[in-house]
């Protein structure tokens, strides 16, 4: 068990470009959530997969936010045309069935500039 | 919609007790939840509370009332390295009412002085 890994750690990108995020969550489990996380803020929720399936999505979350988990394993999370307001720490994590724990992964801390 | 409320900032001294609130206004309400942060790190897990009372795991204790939708974590022998923000998290059910989601509030940070 390697826990939550995201990749990458950091991203940098100019206003208007299209980036993309990947989590691995722990492997047995089957719930996989995004979150955003601003300075002084909590999580947000963005949304949630129950193995490939996109149950949950936040009304935050605008047109240019799509997130996959194809095979019910890794998670993809783009942003297109990014927007400054983008920059935010994404936040992946997941939960085993019947599990009460949320494991965090460490972060994608994204600057658009 | 959901709301937490808990305080922005407490201080404490190192050897002492702290309490930290969260009160919550929520549909769908299944448990509670907290979790610690450290400047620049991932949330962890300290302890959920689906029924009424008290939760106790080692220094740290969690406690929920439904029926006043409030809810405290209690940390006790404070150390250095408990400063860090601590944020609870209501665990609800999803529209569909199949999952259930933790929806975190803004978090308070605890400052520990020795």
């Not at chain 1, 997941?94 to 965090?104: C, K, L």
């Not at chain 2, 150390?79 to 998290?89: E, G």
């Amino acid at each position: 068990d390697t826990g939550v890994s995201q990749d990458p750690r950091h991203k940098i990108t100019k206003r208007g470009q299209n980036v993309t995020f990947r989590c691995d969550p722990i492997s047995e489990h089957n719930r996989l959530y995004w979150y955003r996380q601003t300075l002084g803020q909590g999580p947000e929720f963005l949304t949630y997969f129950q193995n490939e399936a996109q149950l949950e999505k936040s009304r935050l979350l605008s047109d240019r936010f799509s997130a996959e988990r194809p095979k019910g394993s890794f998670s993809t999370l783009e942003i297109q045309r990014t927007e400054q307001g983008d920059s935010a720490m994404y936040l992946c994590a997941s939960r085993g069935r019947g599990g009460t724990e949320a494991f965090f992964g460490q972060g994608t801390r994204l600057t658009v500039v | 919609g959901q709301s937490l409320e808990q305080p922005s900032e407490v201080t404490a001294v190192e050897g002492a007790i702290v309490q930290i609130n969260c009160t919550y206004q929520t549909s769908g309400f299944y448990g509670l939840s907290w979790y610690q942060q450290h400047d620049g790190g991932a949330p962890t897990f300290l302890s959920y509370n689906g029924l009424d009372g008290l939760e106790e795991t080692g220094r740290f204790s969690s406690f929920l009332s439904r029926s006043d939708s409030y809810g405290y974590l209690l940390l006790q022998e404070l150390q250095m390295k408990d400063s860090a923000s601590y944020f609870c998290a209501v665990r609800v059910l999803n529209a569909s009412g199949g999952s259930y989601i933790p929806t975190f509030g803004r978090g308070t940070s605890l400052i520990v002085h020795p």
